[in-house]
T-cell receptor, first 112, second 111 residues
Framework: KAGVTQTPRYLIKTRGQQVTLSCSPISGHRSVSWYQQTPGQGLQFLFEYFSETQRNKGNFPGRFSGRQFSNSRSEMNVSTLELGDSALYLC???????????FGDGTRLSIL | GQQVMQIPQYQHVQEGEDFTTYCNSSTTLSNIQWYKQRPGGHPVFLIQLVKSGEVKKQKRLTFQFGEAKKNSSLHITATQTTDVGTYFCAEKKSSGDKLTFGTGTRLAVRP
């Protein structure tokens, strides 16, 4: 069974730009969650999508948004990038959200 | 953002010594999960605890869920260099709720 796939693996952007990250969950998993990981703040929950609906949301500004498609693939978008958005963005899929989460390798985003 | 407190933040042990990390929540939990993240890697699921007072073992790792379902611990017996990494607890307050990760405990092992 293929694992969680995140693309791209690395991304460099400048302040003010916007970015879209992609996540393909494990086949059959309906829940996709996104996390931001930084050395200072640890693993911060962004949002969770389940069956194309946002089921849970973390405490991030509206610049961070996401969506999930009918095949459970998910995208995360960050607009008006700030230096503080530099981080590793991790996607995790779960069968139904209550089952253990399986993480992808992440997208490392650097803002210049 | 809100996070679950884990202690210690960092621990450096000699290979063969034991290691314990503790996770404390302010509320009663539905379940608690434990993950391990190796340096440069992504978190990998270790175990899920659901019942009050539950104890589960995986080889040298022992996981406990408190009687009040507000705290948990992970104990590693006779650490090895392969145990190096950051251990996270993650709490879920109710079914369907988000998974909130703890602050993590970074374990270093001297060979």
């Amino acid at each position: 069974k293929a694992g969680v796939t995140q693309t791209p693996r690395y991304l460099i952007k400048t302040r003010g730009q916007q970015v879209t990250l992609s996540c393909s969950p494990i086949s059959g998993h309906r829940s996709v969650s996104w996390y931001q990981q930084t050395p200072g703040q640890g693993l911060q929950f962004l949002f969770e999508y389940f069956s194309e609906t946002q089921r849970n949301k973390g405490n991030f500004p509206g610049r961070f948004s996401g969506r999930q498609f009918s095949n459970s693939r998910s995208e995360m978008n960050v607009s008006t990038l700030e230096l503080g958005d530099s981080a590793l963005y991790l996607c995790a899929s779960s069968a139904n959200g209550d089952q253990p989460q399986h993480f992808g390798d992440g997208t490392r985003l650097s803002i210049l | 953002g809100q996070q679950v407190m884990q202690i210690p933040q960092y621990q450096h042990v000699q290979e063969g010594e034991d290691f314990t990390t503790y996770c404390n929540s302010s509320t009663t939990l539905s379940n608690i999960q434990w993950y391990k993240q190796r340096p440069g890697g992504h978190p990998v699921f270790l175990i899920q605890l659901v019942k009050s007072g539950e104890v589960k073992k995986q080889k040298r790792l022992t996981f406990q869920f408190g009687e009040a379902k507000k705290n948990s611990s992970l104990h590693i017996t006779a650490t090895q260099t392969t145990d190096v990494g950051t251990y996270f607890c993650a709490e879920k307050k109710s079914s369907g709720d988000k998974l909130t990760f703890g602050t993590g405990t970074r374990l270093a092992v001297r060979p």
